[in-house]
């Protein structure tokens, strides 16, 4: 079974420079996530989407990001301009069912550094 | 939402069992705990989940007491690729609409030593 898939998994950008990431799910799986991994704290849970629609998105800094997941697959997680300290890891996961302490599979992540 | 907490960094010696509490004093009637494990530059992986007693898989032990307040994830025989962060959640899975079930906290970050 193939695992949840992200690109790019290396990122550089300037300041006030825009980024997008791109997540593939595992196939069947209707719950998708995207974390925000800081070096040395926990992932903490950016935007939460069941098929096309968004369950929570509370934490998600919407003046600059967003979010979107065309036809309940794939998503795309953008960053418009982005600030130094949105440099981390991005992580995405999908998972069976909706509820959030069930078994998630997370993605490699893509390290965004922003100089 | 119950919040946990874990000791910060833990070591161990090759072949010893490491037993990890995280204590949950505020865990709800249907909340089921979680942990998960994170290597470096890797997403985290699911471990073990349980809801009372005494759960087994083929990594791993997780012990829960009575009053649920507190769980123990027990890895016997470390060797030194389990060097790692674990994560302990505590949530509803029946909760439907997942929110403000996913806090991963700072973990334990676990060394084990040759």
């Known amino acids: 079974e193939a695992g949840v898939a992200q690109s790019p998994r290396y990122k550089i950008i300037e300041k006030r420079q825009s980024v997008a990431f791109w997540c593939n799910p595992i196939?069947?799986?209707?719950?998708l996530y995207w974390y925000q991994q800081i070096l040395g704290q926990g992932p903490k849970l950016l935007i939460q989407?069941?098929?096309?629609?968004?369950?929570?998105d509370s934490q998600l800094p919407k003046d600059r990001f967003s979010a979107e997941r065309l036809k309940g697959v794939d998503s795309t997680l953008k960053i418009q301009p982005a600030k130094l300290e949105d440099s981390a890891v991005y992580l995405c996961a999908s998972s069976l069912t909706p509820s959030g302490v069930y078994e998630q599979y997370f993605g490699p992540g893509t390290r965004l550094t922003v100089t | 939402l119950a919040k946990t907490t874990q000791p910060i960094s833990m070591d161990s010696y090759e072949g010893q069992e490491v037993n990890i509490t995280c204590s949950h004093n505020n865990i709800a009637t249907n909340d089921y705990i979680t942990w998960y494990q994170q290597f470096p530059s890797q997403g985290p992986r699911f471990i073990i989940q349980g809801y009372k007693t005494k759960v087994t898989n083929e990594v791993a032990s997780l012990f829960i007491p009575a009053d649920r307040k507190s769980s123990t994830l027990s890895l016997p025989r470390v060797s030194l690729s389990d060097t790692a962060v674990y994560y302990c959640?505590?949530?509803?899975?029946?909760?439907?609409?997942?929110?403000?079930?996913?806090?991963f906290g700072t973990g334990t970050r676990l060394t084990v030593i040759p």
């Open positions: 959640l505590v949530g509803d899975i029946s909760d439907q609409t997942g929110a403000n079930n996913l806090f």
């Open positions: 989407f069941q098929n096309n629609g968004v369950v929570d």
């Open positions: 196939s069947g799986h209707a719950t």
